[in-house]
């Protein structure tokens, strides 16, 4: 493999590394998004699900 083959396929490794470190980065904020996103549902189901709330009456009330 000559010199400038071998540069070529390090420059190609290193970026494959970047863009590796870029996804992982992304996936772990998705994570962190969706783990907040289920606890917001959660929270919600329960206030919907609460035998005091009436979505008729709230709707009347606007």
Same mark, same amino acid.
């Given at each position: 493999? %000559?010199?400038?083959? @071998? #540069?070529?396929?390090?420059?190609?490794?290193?970026? /494959?590394?970047?863009?590796?470190?870029?996804?992982?980065?992304?996936?772990?904020?998705?994570? *962190? *998004?969706?783990?907040? &996103?289920?606890? @917001?549902?959660?929270?919600?189901?329960? /206030?919907?699900?609460?035998?005091?709330?009436?979505?008729?009456?709230? /709707? %009347? #009330? &606007?």
């Amino acid at each position: 493999m %000559s010199l400038n083959a @071998r #540069n070529k396929y390090a420059q190609q490794l290193q970026e /494959i590394t970047e863009q590796q470190t870029q996804v992982t980065e992304n996936f772990s904020s998705l994570q *962190q *998004q969706c783990t907040a &996103l289920k606890e @917001r549902v959660q929270v919600l189901e329960a /206030i919907v699900t609460d035998k005091g709330f009436s979505v008729e009456q709230e /709707i %009347s #009330n &606007l």
